[in-house]
């Protein structure tokens, strides 16, 4: 299956700073990309949709300005968590759909987030 | 919206069969995805159903009933190895996001 990477793996930060995270496609071109949330024993949530070129699509109550995502490639997605508190602290897990009729997401291994 | 269910546990015995049910209930549908997650990892994808039926892959078989709105993921000849998490994910009309149900956790003892 196509490969997708993170990164970093994990990050640990002090409450209000920001911190980026990668999402590449590593062998083939991502139409869209997707950053999902997963907190521990919980499924995960969809935080928004990323189109190469244009601005991201934000699910219900995930703040646009706080969680700044960047799809500047069809390869390369990016998100930013700004002025992290502790409550950001969770699993970040982004996943590229490969387009061309193809459905399937391919999931990168994901980015815990602890803020201290 | 979207209501997709999944029993929260499941234990079966290595070597064994088991069957991972997922009710659905969505606004549209486009598909049915099935993952499995190890604790700390990323989802691994396992299968896709669009159309009514049996899908088959190995150990692994899924298939869907539109009209039930219900699915279920087939487990054979259970190893160790399987002990996961197991995500059912409904793609609705909307864009190509997926809607993922809580997951099945599965253990399987020798």
């Known amino acids: ?116 | 919206g979207q209501n997709i269910d999944q029993p929260t546990e499941m234990t079966a015995t290595e070597g064994a069969i088991v069957q991972i049910n997922c009710t659905y209930q969505t606004s549209g549908f486009n598909g049915l995805f099935w993952y499995q997650q190890h604790a700390g990892e990323a989802p691994t994808f396992l299968s896709y159903n669009v159309l009514d039926g049996l899908e088959e892959k190995g150990r692994f078989s899924s298939f869907l009933s539109r009209s039930k709105g219900y699915s279920y993921l087939l487990l054979k000849e259970l190893q160790m190895k399987d002990s996961a998490s197991y995500l059912c994910a409904v793609k609705g009309n909307s864009g190509y996001a997926l809607n993922f149900g809580k997951g099945t956790s599965l253990l399987v003892t020798p």
């Open chain 1, 1 to 116: 299956g196509a490969v997708v990477s993170q990164h970093p793996s994990w990050v640990i930060c002090k409450s209000g700073t920001s911190v980026k995270i990668e999402c590449r496609s590593l062998d083939f071109q991502a139409t869209t990309m997707f950053w999902y949330r997963q907190f521990p024993k919980q499924s995960l949530m969809l935080m928004a949709t990323s189109n190469e070129g244009s601005k991201a699509t934000y699910e219900q109550g995930v703040e646009k300005d706080k969680f700044l995502i960047n799809h500047a490639s069809l390869t390369l997605s990016t998100l930013t968590v700004t002025s992290a508190h502790p409550e950001d602290s969770s699993f970040y897990i982004c996943s590229a759909r490969e387009g061309g009729g193809r459905e399937t997401q391919y999931f990168g291994p994901g980015t815990r987030l602890l803020v201290l």
